[in-house]
């Protein structure tokens, strides 16, 4: 309240007035309490029916998503692709980068001898730089995240002499035991396997990796800026996100891995939204933003196998972060196929998005609340650019260099999400928000995949609203 | 909010006295200044979701009660007529604050500020104890700025009057 004008009456009454406290009557109460409606029973069932189904979507959604890739197909884009366009006049190709194995081992074809159902090997030359790996693998398992741990070390003690032979009695014991060499396959004979101690510690032991196939989402919510009585906010938020994402496909027979590769993607956004409150449950919201997608695939396809006979599962292991690809192939024939290669793209794309959220409050209790948002998004590319580099160890050897410009289109995206929020005060929330996240069409015409499926991510931070 | 019959307590008892001293300035009598606090404090509870904790929650609450209270004047607007008007007299010797303060208490005000029309009363408290300015007030009572500055000027009259006849310094029994 204002202090009154220069007045004497005003200020003689305004002093004595204001501030003067009487009690109602206790009938006043009760005409309050008679004028307000019944209280509700709180319905839990309503906003449990609708976690549920948001659950049920999610869960739908991710099995159509995780459905096995097909590789065969992507080949073809790939052998399409580079019939296509290739050009040997690229000035700069950015290599990806070996993250978890000795550079040395990179690009090369690794040959492993996996002891398949018979665990029997019988190598014959002597190979150059080797050593005795023991692949030791653990998963863990839950409904969104999947751990890979990889262990990758030398031998610690050699066999004695040190030109032997490695008989099946040295590798009991060891379970997924692969002996990595950068012997050119054909190279390889029937006959005796033998080494020296030193070529085992041309291998040093990285340390051991962990990768995520969750992507890991740092975003900071937006800061609002609200008008008094209007129901209009702006907000302001960026968001990083980063995945590695290894793909296996597991051989029925052999149990082994049968086809690997690693996709890595970064993203970078920085947006501005506006939010509209339809109601004291309901708002919508529309923004602006911006995104540098970084997106990697390097993929080993080195099926090539040999066996004198024909008769014994062999394969080879590259050198790609420790991911084993292997092939059981019989046959000599076999050999002239032109499968030995490597591939190692990487893309980058920039894009304008233009989202439409609608966010619904399912639950408000005391500090807490619970809302659910569903919305699209459109999504302009303004650039895409390919780095592709394939490798084949075919005779003679070729390395294929190809650059490539303008091959992005406008897309559609959806997203799912569930934020639960606790309010400080007013004006400060700390929120949590599992958001899932997917694209209806596909941004780039190389780009192969975009984010894992059912990728969440955690949007989380405070949310500041200033008055 | 309904159905939570603490928290709705807690609130009434927090704010109901000053409240009803709002209530009192608006009504003519404690009867009805009792009704719009009860109606006021309905509106409150049930708009408890639309507050925005923009502004104070008291400030929100005597806006309401406010509100509520001119609603029921601009109801009642066409049937009462400017009573006071044997009261108006611009020449009257202008009586100090502080005898205002020494000789009255807030009771006598409160009762004084009642006896006002409505329209007096209303223009009176929306300039003195809410700080509006005319246009403010013209807009919100839908009269011209003009009117509203007349009414004021008719209102610390009939008070000045009153307070006067109250000090015993004229007599008011004729």
Same mark, same amino acid.
């Given at each position: 309240?204002?202090?009154?004008?220069?007045?004497?009456?005003?200020?003689?009454?305004?002093?004595?007035?204001?501030?003067?406290?009487?009690?109602?009557?206790?009938?006043?109460?009760?005409?309050?309490?008679?004028?307000?409606?019944?209280?509700?029973?709180?319905?839990?069932?309503?906003?449990?029916?609708?976690?549920?189904?948001?659950?049920?979507?999610?869960?739908?959604?991710?099995?159509?998503?995780?459905?096995?890739?097909?590789?065969?197909?992507?080949?073809?884009?790939?052998?399409?692709?580079?019939?296509?366009?290739?050009?040997?006049?690229?000035?700069?190709?950015?290599?990806?980068?070996?993250?978890?194995?000795?550079?040395?081992?990179?690009?090369?074809?690794?040959?492993?001898?996996?002891?398949?159902?018979?665990?029997?090997?019988?190598?014959?030359?002597?190979?150059?730089?080797?050593?005795?790996?023991?692949?030791?693998?653990?998963?863990? &398992?839950?409904? =969104?995240?999947? /751990?890979?741990?990889?262990? #990758?070390?030398? *031998?610690?003690? %050699? $066999?004695?002499?040190?030109? +032997?032979?490695?008989?099946?009695?040295?590798?009991?014991?060891?379970?997924?035991?692969?002996?990595?060499?950068?012997?050119?396959?054909?190279?390889? &004979?029937?006959? =005796?396997?033998? /080494?020296?101690?030193?070529? #085992?510690?041309? *291998?040093?032991? %990285? $340390?051991?990796?962990?990768? +995520?196939?969750?992507?890991?989402?740092?975003?900071?919510?937006?800061?609002?800026?609200?008008?008094?009585?209007?129901?209009?906010?702006?907000?302001?938020?960026?968001?990083?996100?980063?995945?590695?994402?290894?793909?296996?496909?597991?051989?029925?027979?052999?149990?082994?891995?049968?086809?690997?590769?690693?996709?890595?993607?970064?993203?970078?956004?920085?947006?501005?939204?506006?939010?509209?409150?339809?109601?004291?449950?309901?708002?919508?919201?529309?923004?602006?933003?911006?995104?540098?997608?970084?997106?990697?695939?390097?993929?080993?396809?080195?099926?090539?196998?040999?066996?004198?006979?024909?008769?014994?599962?062999?394969?080879?292991?590259?050198?790609?972060?420790?991911?084993?690809?292997?092939?059981?192939?019989?046959?000599?024939?076999?050999?002239?196929?032109?499968?030995?290669?490597?591939?190692?793209?990487?893309?980058?794309?920039?894009?304008?998005?233009?989202?439409?959220?609608?966010?619904?409050?399912?639950?408000?209790?005391?500090?807490?609340?619970?809302?659910?948002?569903?919305?699209?998004?459109?999504?302009?590319?303004?650039?895409?650019?390919?780095?592709?580099?394939?490798?084949?160890?075919?005779?003679?050897?070729?390395?294929?260099?190809?650059?490539?410009?303008?091959?992005?289109?406008?897309?559609?995206?959806?997203?799912?999400?569930?934020?639960?929020?606790?309010?400080?005060?007013?004006?400060?929330?700390?929120?949590?928000?599992?958001?899932?996240?997917?694209?209806?069409?596909?941004?780039?015409?190389?780009?192969?995949?975009?984010?894992?499926?059912?990728?969440?991510?955690?949007?989380?931070?405070?949310?500041?609203?200033?008055? | 909010?309904?159905?939570?019959?603490?928290?709705?307590?807690?609130?009434?008892?927090?704010?109901?006295?000053?409240?009803?001293?709002?209530?009192?300035?608006?009504?003519?009598?404690?009867?009805?200044?009792?009704?719009?606090?009860?109606?006021?404090?309905?509106?409150?509870?049930?708009?408890?979701?639309?507050?925005?904790?923009?502004?104070?929650?008291?400030?929100?609450?005597?806006?309401?009660?406010?509100?509520?209270?001119?609603?029921?004047?601009?109801?009642?607007?066409?049937?009462?007529?400017?009573?006071?008007?044997?009261?108006?007299?611009?020449?009257?010797?202008?009586?100090?604050?502080?005898?205002?303060?020494?000789?009255?208490?807030?009771?006598?005000?409160?009762?004084?500020?009642?006896?006002?029309?409505?329209?007096?009363?209303?223009?009176?408290?929306?300039?003195?104890?809410?700080?509006?300015?005319?246009?403010?007030?013209?807009?919100?009572?839908?009269?011209?700025?003009?009117?509203?500055?007349?009414?004021?000027?008719?209102?610390?009259?009939?008070?000045?009057?009153?307070?006067?006849?109250?000090?015993?310094?004229?007599?008011?029994?004729?």
């Amino acid at each position: 309240m204002k202090e009154p004008h220069n007045n004497e009456i005003d200020r003689a009454f305004y002093e004595l007035i204001e501030g003067l406290e009487i009690s109602p009557s206790e009938q006043v109460w009760e005409g309050v309490q008679k004028g307000l409606p019944a209280p509700k029973p709180l319905r839990f069932g309503s906003w449990l029916r609708t976690l549920g189904l948001s659950c049920i979507l999610v869960v739908l959604l991710g099995v159509w998503k995780t459905q096995p890739n097909n590789y065969t197909s992507q080949n073809s884009t790939l052998l399409a692709f580079r019939s296509a366009r290739i050009s040997r006049t690229v000035p700069q190709i950015v290599e990806t980068s070996a993250k978890t194995v000795d550079k040395s081992l990179r690009e090369q074809a690794l040959l492993t001898f996996r002891l398949g159902d018979k665990k029997r090997v019988w190598p014959t030359t002597t190979i150059p730089t080797s050593a005795v790996v023991y692949s030791s693998k653990q998963k863990i &398992r839950a409904s =969104s995240v999947a /751990f890979k741990k990889t262990r #990758l070390y030398s *031998l610690p003690s %050699p $066999p004695e002499p040190v030109e +032997a032979t490695i008989h099946d009695s040295d590798l009991i014991g060891h379970s997924a035991v692969s002996i990595l060499s950068n012997q050119h396959p054909s190279a390889c &004979r029937s006959g =005796s396997f033998s /080494f020296t101690p030193d070529h #085992l510690k041309t *291998l040093s032991p %990285p $340390p051991n990796r962990y990768t +995520a196939s969750m992507p890991v989402v740092v975003a900071l919510p937006p800061l609002h800026v609200n008008q008094p009585n209007m129901r209009w906010s702006i907000g302001i938020y960026a968001t990083t996100y980063s995945s590695q994402h290894p793909i296996t496909d597991i051989d029925d027979y052999l149990n082994i891995p049968h086809d690997e590769k690693q996709e890595t993607e970064r993203l970078l956004s920085a947006g501005i939204q506006a939010q509209y409150q339809l109601s004291s449950r309901l708002s919508i919201g529309v923004g602006f933003e911006y995104q540098h997608v970084l997106h990697e695939n390097p993929e080993h396809k080195l099926p090539a196998a040999y066996d004198a006979t024909g008769t014994k599962y062999f394969s080879f292991t590259s050198g790609l972060g420790g991911i084993h690809i292997n092939e059981p192939l019989i046959g000599a024939n076999l050999m002239q196929a032109d499968t030995l290669q490597l591939t190692n793209t990487r893309q980058r794309i920039s894009l304008i998005q233009i989202p439409v959220v609608v966010r619904y409050q399912i639950l408000h209790y005391k500090c807490w609340s619970i809302d659910a948002s569903a919305g699209g998004a459109l999504v302009i590319p303004l650039h895409d650019e390919v780095n592709l580099r394939i490798k084949t160890f075919n005779s003679p050897e070729q390395t294929l260099d190809i650059e490539k410009l303008g091959f992005v289109q406008t897309a559609t995206s959806y997203r799912f999400g569930l934020r639960l929020n606790y309010a400080f005060t007013p004006q400060i929330h700390l929120s949590l928000e599992p958001m899932y996240l997917g694209y209806l069409t596909r941004i780039s015409t190389y780009y192969q995949a975009v984010r894992p499926p059912l990728a969440f991510s955690l949007n989380t931070g405070l949310r500041i609203t200033f008055k | 909010m309904a159905g939570n019959d603490r928290g709705c307590r807690a609130i009434y008892e927090s704010f109901s006295k000053k409240m009803l001293v709002v209530c009192m300035r608006y009504a003519q009598s404690r009867q009805e200044a009792e009704d719009f606090l009860q109606e006021g404090f309905i509106r409150v509870f049930q708009g408890l979701r639309q507050f925005q904790f923009e502004g104070s929650f008291e400030g929100w609450v005597r806006r309401t009660m406010i509100n509520t209270a001119i609603e029921h004047y601009r109801k009642e607007l066409k049937h009462h007529q400017n009573t006071n008007l044997e009261w108006v007299s611009h020449n009257e010797e202008p009586v100090s604050r502080e005898d205002i303060l020494s000789q009255l208490n807030a009771h006598d005000l409160l009762k004084m500020v009642q006896e006002l029309s409505p329209q007096y009363r209303t223009v009176f408290n929306l300039y003195v104890f809410e700080g509006l300015k005319h246009k403010e007030i013209a807009q919100m009572l839908d009269i011209s700025e003009g009117t509203s500055k007349s009414n004021l000027a008719d209102a610390r009259t009939i008070l000045q009057r009153k307070a006067k006849c109250l000090m015993g310094i004229v007599d008011c029994n004729h």
